[in-house]
């Protein structure tokens, strides 16, 4: 059953710690997202890579974040220094995109909490 | 920022109704989606309208679009206590496949 992995599932860090988190897109898809989820901003499209390649970060605090794609099974979301507002479920999500089709497939969410 | 804007943002139904969320997004789509999300999970895509189609269906589920308007809806009908979930409309504005969500409809269907 294919389906997108993420880990760590939770994370609790320290203000000023690095954190990386992973995503393993389903084999064959060419697009990845990452997302932001908190209550008070919702669905907060972070960056997303087509092909490998970033198409658009520009939903990305530059100066902490960064995000990659290394191979084509490996996505990273890496946060340093994290600081607490960046407490949030960060979420994956992979999709195939032909023509206008652009269905996506989410994992589970890393819930990160940084105190 | 938010390219849709849901309503209502809770909804609080009876098992055996008809629950309607409706989505307002602002610049033009290749389509629009809804996702459904249960607590602590992931989103889960539930139909896909594209920007030449007015309605489809899909089993329980009736989403209509209007693009004059840049509005869209969903309809579950007959409601299930598992229907209980948070609703999403995500819109693709044909820019590489960018998906922007709405903030979403919380929707509890009591038994």
């Known amino acids: 059953d294919a389906r997108v992995t993420q880990t760590p599932r939770h994370k609790v860090t320290e203000m000023g710690q690095e954190v990386t988190m992973r995503c393993q897109p389903i084999?064959?898809?060419?697009?990845v997202f990452w997302y932001r989820q908190t209550m008070m901003q919702g669905l907060e499209l972070l960056a997303y890579f087509r092909n490998r390649a970033p198409l658009d970060d520009s939903g990305m605090p530059k100066d902490r974040f960064s995000a990659e794609m290394p191979d084509a099974t490996l996505a990273t979301l890496k946060i340093q220094p994290s600081e607490p507002r960046d407490s949030a479920v960060y979420f994956c999500?992979?999709?195939?995109?032909?023509?206008?089709?652009?269905?996506?497939?989410f994992g589970q969410g890393t819930r990160l909490t940084v105190v | 920022s938010q390219q849709g804007e849901e309503d209502p943002q809770a909804l609080s139904i009876q098992e055996g109704e008809n629950a309607t969320m409706n989505c307002s997004y602002k610049t033009s789509i290749n389509n629009l989606q809804w996702y459904r999300q249960n607590s602590g999970r992931g989103l889960v895509h539930l139909i896909l309208i594209r920007s030449n189609e007015r309605e489809k269906h899909s089993g329980r589920l009736r989403v209509t679009l209007d693009t004059s308007k840049k509005s869209s809806s969903l309809l579950i009908t007959a409601s299930r206590a598992a229907d209980t979930a948070s609703y999403f409309c995500?819109?693709?504005?044909?820019?590489?496949?960018?998906?922007?969500f709405g903030q979403g409809t919380e929707l509890s269907v009591k038994p």
């Open positions: 995500a819109t693709d504005g044909g820019d590489g496949g960018k998906l922007i």
């Open positions: 999500a992979s999709g195939l995109v032909l023509g206008a089709n652009t269905e996506a497939f």
């Open positions: 084999l064959g898809h060419n697009t």
